[in-house]
T-cell receptor
Framework: DTGVSQDPRHKITKRGQNVTFRCDPI?????LYWYRQTLGQGPEFLTY????????KSRLLSDRFSAERPKGSFSTLEIQRTEQGDSAMYLC??????????????FGQGTRLTVV | GIQVEQSPPDLILQEGANSTLRCNFS?????LQWFHQNPWGQLINLFY???GTKQNGRLSATTVATERYSLLYISSSQTTDSGVYFC????????????FGTGTRLQVTL
């Protein structure tokens, strides 16, 4: 197992277009998270799945954002009608655990989105 | 929500020097991780340390959960240690997100 994998690594899109990112977690991990990181800041939480259930969404996740994890394995994050403010690094992480405890999270290499 | 503060924000060291990075948090946690973000943006796991002390080579970390802080020690620094170091915490009683600090940017010079 090579860890958390994200695709694509880089995406340049025109304002108004839709984009979709994919995350493949570590195979035995039941939890999957999406974060967003802008320049000079730490990553900020977007949303969290336990298996296929989306259990928490941040207020940062506007109506233009949607995330899925249909079979409890890989996940996709879609941004509709992209805006320049969506330009950021999108990070995926996974961990193994059962409520209410937490365990170590591992991050992918990220998808860097540039909206022009 | 929980607040996470890291200090110092920036640090410049000569190769071979030692340093201590600090992370203060505002509430009880059940998860605390230290990461090193490389120039390509990858977050590298350094320590999973909600309490106690751990060591890995030239790096060590201590978390005093009752006093709500954690320290990351880097000894005999090397140029490859350069980058941004993040502390991230998970709120006790929950099973979800990490909240990150704003990071310490470390530059190690020859």
């Amino acid at each position: 197992d090579t860890g958390v994998s994200q695709d694509p690594r880089h995406k340049i899109t025109k304002r108004g277009q839709n984009v979709t990112f994919r995350c493949d977690p570590i195979s035995e991990h039941n939890r999957l998270y999406w974060y967003r990181q802008t320049l000079g800041q730490g990553p900020e939480f977007l949303t969290y799945f336990q298996n296929e259930a989306q259990l928490e969404k941040s207020r940062l996740l506007s109506d233009r954002f949607s995330a899925e994890r249909p079979k409890g394995s890989f996940s996709t994050l879609e941004i509709q009608r992209t805006e320049q403010g969506d330009s950021a690094m999108y990070l995926c992480a996974s961990s193994l655990g059962a409520r209410p405890s937490n365990t170590e999270a591992f991050f992918g290499q990220g998808t860097r989105l540039t909206v022009v | 929500g929980i607040q996470v503060e890291q200090s110092p924000p920036d640090l410049i060291l000569q190769e071979g020097a030692n340093s201590t990075l600090r992370c203060n948090f505002s509430d009880s946690v059940n998860n605390l991780q230290w990461f090193h973000q490389n120039p390509w943006g990858q977050l590298i796991n350094l320590f999973y340390i909600p309490s106690g002390t751990k060591q890995n080579g030239r790096l060590s970390a201590t978390t005093v959960a009752t006093e709500r802080y954690s320290l990351l020690y880097i000894s005999s620094s090397q140029t490859t240690d350069s980058g941004v170091y993040f502390c991230a915490v998970g709120l006790a009683g929950t099973a979800s997100k990490l909240t990150f600090g704003t990071g310490t940017r470390l530059q190690v010079t020859l």
